[in-house]
């Protein structure tokens, strides 16, 4: 049987992919198993340093298998879906969801669970639960409107309207985007990028961030002192390392 999530290590990271392309990568209890079992391997594996989340095909993914919800899915536990995304998103470094073609409700709740969403130009969001007569229990009520605001949201969730890589990066829900010729590459240069840097400052701040996001100004600023990390064991190699350039 063809796994439905892939894992493939590179230098330092790791990429994730949605895999049932004849389905566009419509989501099943099943890929969620394997997505929540690779991500806790992730968590314990120190040589990776960042984690990519992407699909095969044709597009991200569709979202969540009609044919599964209405056919009367068994999970292993009330709220198992939203648990599973959540253990995505406090992956001790960082989560980029890199999104091309169809991302739809559920996919798009998946993406919302990464840190960030780069875009390829050929990228379509949207929520239509509204359109199924659904309500989210995967994220989107929290996520969504925490990424481009609650008056937004409504307007996405209400209309069920379907917006394109442009828009999505003009609302604040995709970072940026690239023509889909050049997203590959991307994918590849960001990763590396990311984890260049030190994993010890990238899981001190993604803790910093969650602990005091929505805090007032003088509170995080507290916390960020009172509750500051310090440094990683590899600073000062990265500081002489740049002095004698």
Not at 96 to 107: L, P, Q, S
Request: proline share 4%; hydrophobic share 40%.
């Amino acid at each position: 049987m063809t796994d439905c999530v892939l894992r493939e290590d590179h230098d330092g990271w790791s990429m994730l992919t949605l895999n049932r392309p004849d389905k566009l990568n419509a989501l099943t209890v099943e890929m969620f198993r394997e997505l929540r079992s690779h991500v806790a391997d992730l968590r314990k594996d120190d040589a990776i340093g960042c984690v990519v989340v992407r699909g095969t095909g044709k597009c991200f993914s569709a979202g969540h298998d009609l044919s599964d919800i209405a056919e009367g899915e068994e999970v292993p536990s009330r709220g198992w879906h939203s648990e599973t995304l959540r253990l995505l998103e406090k992956l001790p470094k960082p989560v980029i969801a890199a999104v091309h073609g169809h991302c739809y409700t559920g996919a798009l709740e998946v993406a919302l669970a990464a840190d960030f969403i780069l875009a390829a130009d050929s990228a379509r969001f949207g929520d239509t639960h509204a359109k199924w007569a659904l309500t989210p229990v995967w994220g989107m009520s929290q996520r969504l409107p925490r990424r481009v605001g609650i008056a937004t949201a409504k307007r996405l969730m209400f209309t069920a309207d379907m917006i394109d890589a442009e828009e999505a990066v003009r609302i604040g829900l995709a970072e940026y985007t690239v023509p889909i010729a050049q997203f590959d590459d991307e994918i590849v240069q960001l990763a590396e990028k990311i984890v260049s840097n030190s994993g010890f400052s990238h899981a001190a701040n993604k803790r910093l961030l969650e602990a005091t996001d929505g805090d007032p100004l003088d509170a995080g600023l507290q916390w960020e002192v009172m509750e500051s990390e310090g440094h990683g064991p590899d600073m000062h190699d990265r500081i002489s390392a740049f002095t004698k350039k």
